[in-house]
Nanobody
Framework: QVRLVESGGGLVQAGGSLRLSCAAS????????MGWFRQAPGKEREFVAT????????YYADSVKGRFTISRDNAKNTVYLQMNSLKPEDTAVYYC???????????????????WGQGTQVTVSS
């Protein structure tokens, strides 16, 4: 079992920044690609960013590319999502998730992620 706990959400004005953290406990952090997803009210959960467990490979949704950066510290069992130039449409509950993957591999498919955190609310005011 891998337990994931997100933190760092909050209320921010448009153009501002937030850094989300996701701390993992339980089984070893390595061997898992990590992803961030989000769900806005009345909408389906959508992919935001992912990183392979080697940290060498990342991938972003077009809507956040150039504004968000995913990173991980395997020694601390933590993955981060740095969010800059935030827009009101970024308002959502953000979830981190873990998917067992081979070295250097990641996935954008929510169904491939075995473990999910409870989510952290991000609200961007205009």
């Amino acid at each position: 079992q891998v337990r994931l706990v997100e933190s760092g959400g909050g209320l921010v004005q448009a153009g501002g920044s937030l850094r989300l953290s996701c701390a993992a406990s339980g089984r070893t952090f390595s061997g898992y690609a990590m992803g961030w997803f989000r769900q806005a009210p009345g909408k389906e959960r959508e992919f935001v960013a992912t990183i392979s467990w080697s940290s060498g490979n990342t991938y972003y949704a077009d809507s956040v590319k150039g504004r968000f950066t995913i990173s991980r510290d395997n020694a601390k069992n933590t993955v981060y999502l740095q969010m800059n130039s935030l827009k009101p449409e970024d308002t959502a509950v953000y979830y981190c998730a873990a998917a067992p993957m081979d070295y250097g591999v990641f996935t954008t498919v929510a169904g491939a992620y075995n473990y999910w955190g409870q989510g952290t609310q991000v609200t961007v005011s205009s």
